[in-house]
């Protein structure tokens, strides 16, 4: 557990001294809260605590892809560093430490202003509504929405950007994020998660814990993918998000390895 803290620690530190996580995260933040307290669909609702979840649905889709979008040469960067790989291999901590603070650590320094803003916006309805649930409801969306898929969005930039140039693999990050959590299947000409337990959003939790409208679960459809919101299908989307999310970073993280050790042998 110490092992892991440093790596934690030391990630973090390398990616907030990077502009590109600022210049990615905060914008994308600030349009999030300013849609939050601009927007019919978030301010129409007469409840504080749906207001919030209503917002959540705005950070989870603006910030995580931000957070995506800012960290996507992360594991290309320890690809092409002669000798870092060997260096961190040598250290003592398990394969398993160094790969969970490589993910992590950089997601973590990213999404600390947007929950530092989304927790002040969340006081503030708590404060003039005169109820503690509107802030309940943004921890239990950082928790269990905004938190997974920024993993999620960080390890799919990261695995794209190792087989691509990161400029391409941010464009394509942008179009399978908005796919996978806003294209619903009246408007979608193909297959898509949006509405499902597979989708990112992680709408079940966002409505079952998070007091968002019912309409960010399911999306209209139905079908085995798109149950009816309970306890136990939000806890199967926040499940399949975070396998999604460890899927993505193990393979990506697979492929930078063979293409350091082909650099290394060159």
Known sequence: MTILLWTLRYEALMAARRKVVWGAVLPLTLL???????SPVVTGHDDPAARVG?????????????TGLALADRMR??????????LLTATPASPLARGAGALAGPMLAALAPVAVLFLLYATVVTATSGSFAPLGAALAALLTSVLPAALLATA???????LLPVAAARAITVVVWLWACH?????????????TVLSPLAGYTLVDWAHAP???ATRGGDGPLR??????????NLALVLALAAACHLLGHFIARVRARRIGAS
């Open 77 to 86: 960067g320890r690809a092409g560093s002669t000798g870092l790989p060997e």
């Open 54 to 66: 209503a917002a959540a649905v705005l950070v989870t889709t603006l910030c995580s892809l931000g």
């Open 32 to 38: 999030s809260l300013l849609l939050a307290g601009s």
């Open 214 to 216: 019912a309409v960010w």
């Open 227 to 236: 149950p009816t919101v309970t306890f136990g299908t939000a806890l199967l």
């Open 156 to 162: 799919l930039a990261g695995l794209i950007g190792v």
């Open 183 to 195: 294209f619903p299947p009246s408007f979608s000409p193909v297959p898509t998660p949006t509405g």
